[in-house]
């Protein structure tokens, strides 16, 4: 690879991900990490679907209706992620506002950390890449493949965590 690092040291960016990700399996139950991915796709196609409802709704009564919208159907959206996390995924008995205090806790942390790295990463790309438009989807796309990772670890080992 010509960077002065004996053959027996060297390993490829695939190796690498191959060795992280073998890591990071045996952290995690089977099936569990697949069951997170069904019901994320589910939190994500009913939480676009009820931000879509209530700005519909409210969109006749108060200007910005989008702003209340939002926080309305993030509200429904984290308990409805609650739900499928406890119920079908990590499989917790009782705790329940604990739990749920938790989760929205990993999600704003989350969101917090996608406010903050969003633009460094739009800078990056742009200036990095011939990607100038594509930047924020780029950038975007980086982020919640991150997201999916870091929230599933948030979930897994703080909202559900069982006590020790």
């Keep these: 690879m010509g960077d002065g690092l004996p053959s027996s040291q060297q390993m490829s960016l695939a190796g690498f991900a191959k060795q992280w990700s073998a890591k990071l399996a045996r952290h995690i139950p089977p099936g569990q990490f697949g069951r997170y991915l ?15 409802f209530f700005t519909a709704i409210l969109s006749p009564m108060i200007p910005h209706s989008y702003i209340a919208a939002s926080v309305i159907s993030s509200l429904l959206n984290i308990s409805v992620s609650y739900l499928g996390y406890k119920f079908f995924v990590f499989k917790t008995k009782g705790n329940y506002l604990r739990e ?52 599933f670890l948030g979930h897994k080992k703080f909202s559900f965590r069982s006590p020790a």
């Design 38 to 52: 069904l019901v994320g796709t589910w939190n994500t196609l009913f939480g676009y679907g009820s931000y879509a």
């Design 100 to 151: 749920w205090v938790r989760c929205v806790g990993v999600y704003s942390g989350g969101i917090l950390f996608g406010v903050l790295a969003l633009p460094v990463l739009v800078l990056l790309i742009r200036r990095n890449t011939r990607f100038v438009a594509e930047a924020p989807y780029i950038a975007g796309a980086l982020l919640t493949a991150f997201m999916v990772v870091y929230s």
